[in-house]
């Protein structure tokens, strides 16, 4: 199951040694319109279901400016008080969105009322590239992004 998948590797990915090496910068702006974002993408994928609680596996075949894309996902709750979690992959060197993805990014968003935390994974060629953002809407002076390099 998608949702198991991206919490498992999250948390691999952020149990690593090099995690505790994290950056941290306050990055008021950056954490609250990478907020925004992902309420976006919340509410874009949840569309008008009456659900608390589904999935999606979304293809975008590419074009002259942007490569094939995958995004799949699963949503539980609302953007006040749940959780996300997704996959998405690209594809650099085939236009076929059902094999293996050149780059694959796993996204874990839990929302709650002040705000939220967004733990990501982007695994590539060279590595894993991993961030953290918290937001607190309350006091956003709290705002972070946390971000390490696992070497591949």
Same mark, same amino acid.
């Given at each position: !199951? $998608? =949702?198991?998948? +991206?919490? %498992?590797?999250? %948390?691999?990915?952020?149990?690593?040694?090099?995690?505790?090496?994290?950056?941290?910068?306050?990055?008021?702006?950056?954490?609250?319109?990478? =907020?925004?974002?992902?309420?976006?993408?919340?509410?874009?994928?949840?569309?008008?279901? %009456?659900? #608390?609680?589904?999935?999606?596996?979304?293809?975008?075949?590419?074009?002259? $400016?942007?490569?094939? @894309? *995958? *995004?799949?996902? =699963?949503?539980?709750?609302?953007?006040?008080?749940?959780? !996300?979690?997704?996959?998405?992959?690209?594809?650099?060197?085939?236009?076929?969105?059902? @094999?293996? #993805?050149?780059?694959?990014? $796993? +996204? %874990?968003?839990?929302?709650?009322?002040?705000?939220?935390?967004?733990?990501?994974?982007?695994? /590539?060629?060279?590595? +894993?590239?991993?961030?953290?953002?918290?937001?607190?809407?309350?006091? #956003?002076?709290?705002?972070? +992004?946390?971000?390490?390099?696992? /070497?591949?």
């Amino acid at each position: !199951m $998608l =949702a198991n998948r +991206v919490q %498992s590797e999250i %948390s691999r990915v952020f149990s690593h040694p090099q995690a505790a090496q994290a950056k941290r910068s306050e990055g008021v702006a950056y954490a609250q319109q990478e =907020a925004e974002r992902e309420v976006d993408v919340f509410r874009y994928v949840r569309g008008d279901a %009456s659900e #608390p609680s589904g999935q999606a596996d979304l293809h975008h075949r590419g074009h002259c $400016l942007a490569v094939p @894309s *995958r *995004r799949q996902i =699963a949503w539980d709750g609302c953007p006040q008080n749940g959780q !996300m979690l997704r996959e998405d992959g690209l594809f650099l060197t085939t236009t076929s969105t059902h @094999s293996e #993805p050149q780059i694959k990014t $796993l +996204v %874990s968003t839990e929302f709650h009322p002040e705000g939220l935390v967004k733990r990501e994974a982007s695994f /590539a060629h060279d590595g +894993v590239r991993a961030r953290k953002v918290e937001v607190n809407y309350l006091h #956003p002076q709290q705002n972070s +992004v946390e971000e390490f390099f696992i /070497a591949g």
